[in-house]
T-cell receptor, first 109, second 114 residues
């Protein structure tokens, strides 16, 4: 079983829909990252969380440490949000990031 | 601002050939990482460095060597390429470590070993 599981693996939605991508992990962590990988391949850091919630523009990330779960929400989705979204967790006590397999999001106009 | 720059972007090698991937960052970051990305798998750490002159093994170090002679550069070498090393390679950097904030990634280097 992977230490980090993302769901869904693929998600297709219409422009304007509210999007939720989930990340569950099975180990103790110090922090969790959400990353965006563009169709061209480049990877951009979106958030780093250790508790609670963070918001940047239309993106919201939440984490529940007790339940070992994080969600990435996109409000008023747009075709330019189409990308692969990757969750990565920092294993507690180790300088090691473990990455999920990613969620491929496609927003149709 | 350049950020993290990887060269080359694409390379095709024959089995047994050697090559070096260069990662350069202009943000004065202490930590640098080399990852590989394969279909259906998450990014996996090959080697990392916590400062000039230091390197350490990651999750999948076999078949690779690294050097960090200058703070801004992190080199990944393949001494004798194998088809299993066909992958997309990403370099990343961070100011103080993966737990302190943002990671900065290069655009990736696609390597094919025939």
């Amino acid at each position: 079983k992977n230490e980090v599981e993302q769901s869904p693996q693929n998600l297709t939605a219409q422009e304007g829909e509210f999007i939720t991508i989930n990340c569950s992990y099975s180990v103790g962590i110090s922090a969790l990252h959400w990353l965006q990988q563009h169709p061209g391949g480049g990877i951009v850091s979106l958030f780093m969380l250790s508790s609670g919630k963070k918001k940047h523009g239309r993106l919201i990330a939440t984490i529940n440490i007790q339940e070992k779960h994080s969600s990435l929400h996109i409000t008023a989705s747009h075709p330019r949000d189409s990308a692969v979204y990757i969750c990565a967790v920092l294993i507690q006590g180790a300088q090691k990031l473990v990455f999920g397999q990613g969620t491929r999001l496609t927003i149709n106009p | 601002n350049a950020g993290v720059t990887q060269t080359p972007k694409f390379r095709v090698l024959k089995t047994g050939q050697s090559m070096t991937l260069l990662c350069a960052q202009d943000m004065n970051h202490e930590y640098m990482y080399w990852y590989r990305q394969d279909p259906g798998m998450g990014l996996r750490l090959i080697h990392y460095s916590v400062g000039e002159g230091t390197t350490a093994k990651g999750e999948v170090p076999d078949g690779y060597n690294v050097s960090r002679l200058k703070k801004q550069n992190f080199l990944l070498g393949l001494e004798s390429a194998a088809p299993s090393q066909t992958s997309v390679y990403f370099c990343a950097s961070s100011p103080d470590g993966p737990y302190t904030g943002e990671l900065f990634f290069g655009e990736g280097s696609r390597l094919t070993v025939l």
